[in-house]
């Protein structure tokens, strides 16, 4: 498995296990600075490696009216004073191959949005920033598949990739975790991360009502993959989830983060010496792709 450098952090196998986290998109400065303070402070007690994250844009909302964030230039100024002001590594997403450049100079590591994980001229314009590149995988997509989207990075010779699990379609409205994807995905030979926040969303239903995210699930959902061998968690936290202004259905209320984390890391130090589970070479996923 690659080890994936992150501003110091390695991700990956026989490292602790790592988290991303932060609101999902940046609502303003004084927000960000505090949640990344509050989140900082957790992560040092628990001695846990922190990357912090927020979408200077979110394009993909139900409304045209919804909030998508200040944009590129501010999202990454806000960004750039996280990193000078905590000195700590920062993550957002990029729907634009244009904005690629200006996210090379301050992102430590750029998101690929999962409805966009198949788009070749976003991959190859992220991969040519040589920064980190966390793919997270399309709910359309088989675990497998994602080896197309590592294809195309590695093409442009960056091999520091981070695969994300997200959740997959069942039916129209829901997504489940087939906790199988994080081992296919880790044999691919990159190290995985779990996204539980957004496994949880209940489509067709606004992030901004209650209805539009199953919050109960977060926990159980988090130690079943935690104890699958996951390399990092991406939580989408808030201090004020009632009042955010984008997934507040589906974020974790901040106050609870610490909890959540505390079990994580007993159960990765529980599990990560017995990695792998399995025999190497026992499967060969290449063997089930459709013909």
């Known amino acids: 498995m690659r080890i994936v450098d992150v501003a110091g952090i390695k991700i990956g196998q026989g490292h602790p296990l790592a988290l991303i986290a932060g609101p999902c998109v940046i609502e303003s400065e004084d927000i960000v600075l505090k949640t990344a303070e509050q989140v900082k402070t957790i992560a040092d007690k628990l001695n846990m490696p922190f990357i912090f994250?927020?979408?200077?844009l979110k394009d993909n909302r139900s409304s045209a009216k919804s909030y998508q964030g200040p944009g590129v230039d501010e999202g990454l100024r806000i960004?750039?004073?996280?990193?000078?002001t905590f000195g700590i590594p920062?993550?957002?997403?990029?729907?634009?191959?244009?904005?690629?450049?200006?996210?090379?100079?301050?992102?430590?590591?750029?998101?690929?949005?999962?409805?966009?994980?198949?788009?070749?001229?976003?991959?190859?314009?992220?991969?040519?920033?040589?920064?980190?590149?966390?793919?997270?995988?399309?709910?359309?997509?088989a675990a497998s598949d994602m080896q197309t989207a590592i294809n195309k990075i590695t093409g442009e010779g960056n091999d520091q990739i981070l695969l994300t699990e997200r959740g997959t379609f069942f039916g129209y409205h829901n997504l489940i975790i087939d906790m199988r994807n994080l081992k296919i995905m880790r044999d691919l030979g990159y190290p995985v991360?779990?996204?539980?926040?957004?496994?949880?969303?209940?489509?067709?239903?606004?992030?901004?009502?209650r209805r539009g995210g199953a919050k109960e699930f977060i926990f159980s959902l988090t130690r079943a993959g935690v104890?699958?061998?996951?390399?990092?968690?991406?939580?989408?936290?808030?201090?004020?989830?009632?009042?955010?202004?984008?997934?507040?259905?589906?974020?974790?209320?901040?106050?609870?983060?610490?909890?959540?984390?505390k079990q994580a890391k007993a159960i990765d130090e529980l599990i990560k010496p017995q990695l792998p589970f399995d025999e190497v070479?026992?499967?060969?996923?290449?063997?089930?792709?459709?013909?």
């Open 53 to 56: 994250k927020s979408s200077y």
């Open 79 to 84: 960004l750039q004073k996280v990193k000078e």
């Open 90 to 141: 920062v993550l957002s997403d990029i729907h634009d191959q244009h904005d690629a450049p200006a996210c090379g100079q301050v992102l430590d590591v750029i998101q690929i949005p999962a409805f966009l994980s198949m788009q070749t001229s976003l991959l190859l314009a992220v991969a040519k920033t040589g920064k980190v590149i966390n793919v997270k995988k399309g709910q359309f997509l």
């Open 193 to 209: 991360v779990l996204d539980p926040t957004h496994a949880i969303r209940k489509y067709g239903v606004s992030s901004s009502d």
């Open 227 to 261: 104890a699958a061998g996951v390399d990092a968690l991406f939580i989408e936290t808030h201090p004020d989830c009632d009042g955010a202004l984008c997934d507040a259905a589906s974020m974790l209320p901040l106050q609870k983060l610490e909890e959540l984390l």
């Open 281 to 291: 070479g026992i499967y060969d996923y290449k063997d089930y792709q459709p013909k």
